[in-house]
């Protein structure tokens, strides 16, 4: 079974400020990553897929890369709305989805 | 718009039984793959099911041959009939619409409890 590991596993942060998420698979991948967004109670929102592919509707200031073993999600301008749990996933093993253990990005 | 309502989530016994439902609208659910995906209390996301548009179906190793994911093509609803049911399956279970690389729509799910 691929294994995702995120780190950091909470980041504190101020508005403005770029934050960085990695996403390690166990083993590669390719580009078969997507990142997800949660807020308290509410259903995860799909942001980034194939790696570096932006979902229809999400803001310019995040953005995917990596491939192979290593992924990053970058938000490049943190604004309140984004102070959330971020998930990757891997897609290789489809139809076995595998998440990551998630990221906590708190305010400071 | 796309749409997906859970229903079906509640406090059941140990050993016992439960039938998730999700009914879906702005798009066919025959059509599409369509995942279950749970989520412990304060834990990560834990995907669970899915059954692909020619009918074909696969499970977490953590499920199998305990739950059954279904679906009613007149109904445009999936289903999740889960069996001997375990405190470890207590969760959020979420219905979601599932590309090849990424789930692209979810419901707002629908909490199981197992617990005597």
């Known amino acids: 079974d691929i294994q995702m590991t995120q780190s950091p596993s909470s980041v504190s942060a101020s508005v403005g400020d770029r934050v960085t998420i990695t996403c390690r698979a166990s083993?590669?991948?390719?580009?078969?990553l997507a990142w997800y967004q949660q807020k308290p109670g509410k259903a995860p929102k799909l942001l980034i897929y194939a790696a570096s592919s932006l979902q229809s509707g999400v803001p310019s200031r995040f953005s995917g890369s990596g491939s192979g073993t290593d992924f990053t999600l970058t938000i490049s301008s943190l604004q309140p709305e984004d102070f959330a749990t971020y998930y990757c996933?891997?897609?290789?093993?489809?139809?076995?989805?595998?998440f990551g253990g998630g990221t906590k990005v708190e305010i400071k | 718009e796309v749409q997906l309502v859970e229903t079906g989530g509640g406090l059941i016994q140990p050993g016992g039984s439960l039938r998730l439902s999700c009914a879906a609208s702005?798009?066919?659910?025959?059509?599409?793959?369509m995942s279950w995906v749970r989520q412990a209390p304060g834990k990560g996301l834990e995907w669970v099911s899915v059954?692909?548009?020619?009918?074909?179906?696969y499970y977490a190793d953590s499920v199998k041959g305990r739950f059954t994911i279904s679906r009613d093509n007149s109904k445009n609803t999936l289903y999740l009939q889960m069996n001997s049911l375990r405190a470890e399956d207590t969760a959020v279970y979420y219905c979601a619409r599932a590309g090849v690389y990424a789930i692209l729509s979810w419901g707002q799910g629908t909490l199981v409890t197992v617990s005597s």
């Open positions: 059954i692909y548009s020619g009918g074909s179906t």
């Open positions: 996933q891997q897609a290789n093993s489809f139809p076995q989805l595998t």
């Open positions: 083993q590669g991948i390719s580009s078969w």
């Open positions: 702005g798009f066919t659910v025959s059509s599409n793959y």
